[in-house]
């Protein structure tokens, strides 16, 4: 099992971590002025996401066609298979109980394969978004659940992997806009968000770091203080809304 790269940023605070993302061969972009090809059907089919939050839109379906390239093209697929579909599933859902996990993927699958573009050997990119558009988990999450997932996965790709899923304009919007909700995901320092991708990680069954590594870690945020370990409630939570530290706790 291994730790994916932050090394170089274990002691960084939140504005280290915020690093200016380069652009990559995956980058979609995807403005409201310039990209019109699934604006108005994403945001017909997620009509209970981004109401009030419409600069999103466009980042969050940048976000997703960027996933399916990136695992595709990992794979050398120019077109994603069904069993590429189900990997970029397990990282763009919220983090729920493997069981959960594993019905929402079947459903979402299912439902792909009902579409005579589709086969279990290409899985069309606009549908595939189209999909997750209309996925329940990202609705009933809501908005800011969405947010921090997109955020939380495009820091873990890029220092994973080295390449950026979102550029850098869609990159900075995300972080400024979780920044102006309040979001904890957005002011954590390094050591506190590799903790908490790695427990989601292996609530996914796709551990980011050995035993050894996780407990040094969790011991050196235990002696700093830090809220994450603790299972304590963000800001946000304690105003009863829905955050992805939330469903990881739940899932706990």
Same mark, same amino acid.
């Given at each position: ?6 090394? =170089? ?5 939140? =504005?280290?971590?915020?690093? /200016? ?12 002025? /310039? ?11 997620? /009509? ?6 419409? @600069? ?7 976000? %997703?066609?960027?996933? &399916?390239?990136? $695992?595709?093209? /990992? ?12 990997? $970029? ?6 983090? !729920?109980?493997?069981? @959960? ?6 459903? %979402? %699958? ?21 999909? %997750? ?11 800011? !659940?969405?947010? @921090?997932?997109? &955020? ?15 550029? #850098?304009?869609? &990159?900075?919007?995300?972080?400024? #806009?979780?920044?102006?909700?309040? =979001?904890?995901?957005?002011?954590? #320092? ?5 903790? !908490? ?17 996780? =407990? ?12 994450? !370990? ?16 939330? &469903? ?5």
């Amino acid at each position: 099992m291994k730790l994916f790269a932050l090394s =170089s940023l274990l002691f960084g605070q939140a =504005s280290a971590f915020v690093p /200016s993302l380069p652009q990559t061969q995956i980058t979609v972009q995807a403005k409201l002025a /310039s990209s019109v090809r699934l604006n108005a059907a994403f945001l017909e089919l997620s /009509s209970d996401l981004f109401e009030e939050d419409e @600069e999103m839109i466009p980042i969050a379906e940048a976000y %997703i066609h960027a996933k &399916y390239k990136q $695992v595709a093209a /990992s794979h050398g697929h120019a077109v994603a298979n069904k069993d590429d579909v189900r990997e $970029v599933l397990h990282s763009i859902l919220p983090p !729920v109980t493997p069981e @959960e996990l594993e019905k929402e993927e079947e459903a %979402i %699958i299912k439902s792909l394969l009902s579409h005579k573009q589709n086969s279990p050997d290409k899985i069309d990119e606009d549908d595939f978004v189209k999909s %997750i558009a209309k996925n329940s988990y990202w609705r009933d999450a809501g908005d800011i !659940v969405v947010k @921090e997932l997109m &955020y939380f996965d495009s820091l873990h790709s890029y220092y994973k992997t080295g390449k950026a899923i979102l550029n #850098n304009d869609d &990159y900075d919007e995300l972080h400024e #806009n979780l920044t102006w909700e309040g =979001s904890s995901v957005a002011t954590m #320092n390094a050591k506190e968000a590799e903790f !908490v991708s790695a427990v989601a990680a292996a609530k996914r069954g796709e551990p980011l770091m050995d035993d050894d590594e996780y =407990s040094a870690l969790k011991e050196a945020l235990k002696k700093e203080g830090s809220w994450v !370990v603790n299972r304590g409630e963000d800001a946000l939570e304690k105003r009863g809304l829905k955050t992805f530290m939330g &469903y990881l706790h739940r899932v706990l």
